[in-house]
C-alpha cells in the first residue's frame, strides 16, 4: 500500500478471516456487522512476524510498517507481545497503528500502544447521541471515556500523534458538533488532524460532504495543523488573499501544499510563495505530509 499521508507502507491484517470490530460505522468499508469486542481467528504472532520478515526482506523501500485489521486491531488478543516483536525486527521502519480509539483509555492499551512510531486514532464525534448514531459503538462504550482516555495516552506518548475524523453528511457536518470537536482537539493537542469524507461504497446509505464543507469545518480547528483529505479538492476554490491575509492564516492554520493549490487564486499562490522565499512562511513535515505555517 503506497500511503502518501504517512510513507510506504506494509499493512499486517489482525483479522484476515472476518470483520471484528466494536463499532459499526455507518460510513465503513467493510460489510456491516454486529460489533463485537473480539477478533475472530486471530492469527498467531510467530506468524505475523514470520510474514513482516518475508515482505521486509522482499520489499526493502517499506518505510512504514501498519498495524490494522478488518475491524479494530485493539481487540487483537496478543498486541503487546506482537509490537514488542515488531519492535525487534523493524529495522527502522516506523510502526504505526489505525485505531478507533475505543480501548484507548485501558492502561494495558496504552502501554502497548506508547511503543508505536505513531498513533492515529479516529474521533468522529464529541456528543454521545453523534457517536452513538454515526459510529454504532458496542453498549459498553463511552465517547466521554474514549476522550479522557486519548488525553491521558497523549501525556505518556512519545511519538506522533494522528486524530482522524470522518464527516458525515447530516450527521456529524454540524457547525455545533464541530466546535465542541476543536476544543477537544485544541485540549488534546495531537501533531495532526486529518479530516476526510466518505470516498468508498460505504456500509450504510449515507452521504459525504463537499470540499468547501470540509474547508469550512476543518476552520474551527486553530493551532493545529489539519489536513483534509478529499477526492474533490483536486477542484480549484480560488480565495483572493493578499500578503497578510494569508500570513494569518497560516499563523492559526498550517495548509499543505494541496490545500493552497485548490483554495488559492493564482495571485495568492504567486505571494504565498514570495512570502516562503523571504522565510516568513516555514515548512514542516508531519508524517509524511508537509504543512506551511508561520511559526
Ligand atoms: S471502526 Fe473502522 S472497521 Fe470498525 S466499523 Fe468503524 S470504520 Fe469499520
Known amino acids: 500500500m503506497n500511503s502518501r499521508r504517512f510513507g510506504l507502507s506494509l499493512g499486517i491484517d489482525l483479522s484476515p478471516k472476518e470483520k471484528s470490530c466494536n463499532f459499526d460505522c455507518l460510513y ?7 460489533p463485537t469486542d473480539r477478533i475472530g481467528h486471530p492469527p498467531k504472532v510467530s506468524d505475523v512476524v514470520h510474514q513482516v520478515k518475508k515482505a521486509l526482506k522482499k520489499f526493502p523501500d517499506i518505510e512504514v510498517i501498519t498495524i490494522t485489521a478488518n475491524g479494530e486491531p485493539t ?11 515488531l519492535l525487534r525486527i523493524k529495522d527502522g521502519k516506523k510502526l504505526l497503528i489505525l485505531s478507533n480509539a475505543s ?10 500502544l506508547k511503543k508505536l512510531d505513531i498513533v492515529k486514532l479516529s474521533l468522529d464525534c464529541i456528543t454521545p447521541r453523534c457517536f452513538k448514531r454515526l459510529d454504532r459503538p458496542l453498549k459498553t462504550i463511552h465517547i466521554e471515556t474514549i476522550i479522557e482516555g486519548i488525553k491521558a495516552f497523549r501525556k505518556i ?6 486524530i482522524e475524523t470522518l464527516v458525515v453528511k447530516g450527521i456529524n457536518d454540524k457547525e455545533e458538533e464541530f466546535e465542541k ?16 469524507t466518505i470516498d468508498r461504497p460505504p456500509a450504510y446509505k449515507v452521504k459525504p460532504v463537499n470540499y468547501e464543507r470540509l474547508f469550512a469545518l476543518a476552520s474551527h480547528i486553530k493551532n493545529l495543523p489539519v489536513s483534509i483529505v478529499s477526492r474533490n479538492s483536486d477542484k480549484k476554490h480560488y480565495v483572493d488573499l493578499d500578503e497578510n491575509e494569508i ?20 495571485n495568492s499562490i504567486h505571494l504565498f510563495h514570495q512570502l516562503l522565499q523571504k522565510n516568513l512562511i516555514k515548512k514542516y513535515t508531519i508524517g509524511n505530509i508537509t504543512f506551511y505555517g508561520v511559526k
Not at 494569518?248 to 488559492?264: E, G, K, S, V
Open 28 to 34: 465503513c468499508e467493510l460489510e456491516p456487522a454486529k
Open 75 to 85: 481487540l487483537y488478543p496478543h498486541l503487546d507481545e506482537l509490537i514488542d516483536e
Open 103 to 112: 480501548r484507548i483509555h485501558e492502561k494495558k492499551i496504552q502501554h502497548a
Open 157 to 162: 506518548h512519545k511519538g506522533l500523534l494522528v
Open 181 to 196: 470537536l476543536a476544543k477537544v482537539l485544541e485540549e488534546i493537542k495531537p501533531d495532526r488532524v486529518d479530516i476526510g
Open 247 to 266: 500570513l494569518q492564516l497560516l499563523t492559526h492554520r498550517p495548509l499543505t501544499i494541496h490545500d493552497i493549490n485548490a483554495l488559492f487564486s493564482s
